[in-house]
T-cell receptor
Framework: GEDVEQSLFLSVREGDSSVINCTYT??????LYWYKQEPGAGLQLLTY?????DMKQDQRLTVLLNKKDKHLSLRIADTQTGDSAIYFC????????????FGAGTRLAVHP | GAGVSQTPSNKVTEKGKYVELRCDPI?????LYWYRQSLGQGPEFLIY????????DSGLPNDRFFAVRPEGSVSTLKIQRTERGDSAVYLC?????????????FGAGSRLTVL
């Protein structure tokens, strides 16, 4: 079946790196995503990675994918207070139908 | 339009009433999705349209929920005999097909509160 698991909470000091982890179960996932959701706001796509890649870097964001272990991580360098939000990991399942399966989200709190 | 537009942004209704939520996707996007996000949870898939037809409605929780997309653009999610457990934010997303089918753009959502 399809399932995405994330730890629920992460607290970091401003300026430090944050690492948010995710595991998924569907080996047929073609893409994996990180979305950001600020309070009262919609989902913002941060980045995504194709399943045949193992790393993608985009400015302060680094995504690592271990396909063998079905493990995805998001590293935010030099974390700022504006990064405080809920981060959702998601997998894209295709093959006759398309859908994104989301985890429950990791709340990132950045403190001075 | 420039983004995915959802109306109303907030809806408060009483238990047992009928509710319609509207989604206007990005122009030219043939795929449209509905998700439901309960408090403290991740978005949960409800239904996926490719054009006018529902390609996958496996996420609809029961027969009180129904969605249509008659002209392949605007979609309406309909909830009959609402229950307090239906309270959530209902999110709509759209995407192109082909090589960009995996990039979903989400609307801001419609927050439904059932009293």
């Amino acid at each position: 079946g399809e399932d995405v698991e994330q730890s629920l909470f992460l607290s970091v000091r401003e300026g430090d790196s944050s690492v948010i982890n995710c595991t998924y179960t569907d080996s047929s996932s073609t893409y994996l995503y990180w979305y950001k959701q600020e309070p009262g706001a919609g989902l913002q796509l941060l980045t995504y990675i194709f399943s045949n890649m193992d790393m993608k870097q985009d400015q302060r964001l680094t995504v690592l994918l271990n396909k063998k272990d079905k493990h995805l991580s998001l590293r935010i360098a030099d974390t700022q207070t504006g990064d405080s939000a809920i981060y959702f990991c998601a997998e894209f399942v295709s093959g006759g139908y398309n859908k994104l399966i989301f985890g429950a989200g990791t709340r990132l709190a950045v403190h001075p | 339009g420039a983004g995915v537009s959802q109306t109303p942004s907030n809806k408060v209704t009483e238990k047992g009433k009928y509710v319609e939520l509207r989604c206007d996707p990005i122009s030219g996007h043939t795929a449209l999705y509905w998700y439901r996000q309960s408090l403290g949870q991740g978005p949960e898939f409800l239904i996926y349209f490719q054009g006018t037809g529902a390609a996958d409605d496996s996420g609809l929780p029961n027969d009180r929920f129904f969605a249509v997309r008659p002209e392949g653009s605007v979609s309406t999610l309909k909830i009959q005999r609402t229950e307090r457990g239906d309270s959530a934010v209902y999110l709509c997303a759209s995407s192109k097909t082909g090589s960009q089918a995996n990039v979903l753009t989400f609307g801001a959502g419609s927050r439904l509160t059932v009293l």
